[in-house]
């Protein structure tokens, strides 16, 4: 009798491990999806914005987290001195340029890391 026992209790330990297993497929899932949908977007694009911060140069024009457009006058390591209007400079951080601004004003879109086929 023990050992009628002992066989009922490895099959059922035997069926809740493979349920057990069964039971987290969902949530891993869930974790693939949100890592495709959310995270390594977001990690594309913090990439694409350090990238942008690095290759500023003198004379372009940008628009900051703030809202504020200029042209860059000046730059260091981690300040950004940016002339806002015909003598008046501020110096910001550099973290805090958002964009490049288009020929009309506004805020352009940050480039994407492949090459675009368009001009």
Same mark, same amino acid.
Request: glycine fraction near 24%; charged fraction near 0%; aromatic fraction near 12%.
């Given at each position: 009798?023990?050992?009628?026992a002992n066989a009922a209790g490895?099959? %059922?330990?035997? %069926?809740?491990? !493979?349920?057990?297993? !069964?039971?987290?497929?969902?949530?891993?899932?869930?974790?693939?999806?949100?890592y495709f949908l959310l995270i390594r977007p977001q990690q594309k694009q913090a990439k694409a914005h350090q990238a942008f911060l690095n290759d500023l140069k003198k004379g372009h024009k940008v628009v900051t987290k703030g809202g504020l457009h200029g042209v860059i006058t000046a730059l260091t390591d981690t300040v950004v001195t940016l002339e806002i209007a015909k003598d008046v400079a501020v110096k910001i951080s550099r973290d805090a340029i958002g964009a490049p601004l288009n020929k009309d004003? %506004? !805020?352009a879109p940050m480039k994407k890391d492949a090459p675009s086929s368009g001009g």
């Open positions: 009798m023990v050992g009628i490895n099959g %059922a330990g035997g %069926a809740f491990g !493979a349920g057990g297993i !069964a039971s987290f497929i969902p949530l891993i899932l869930i974790f693939v999806v949100f004003g %506004a !805020a």
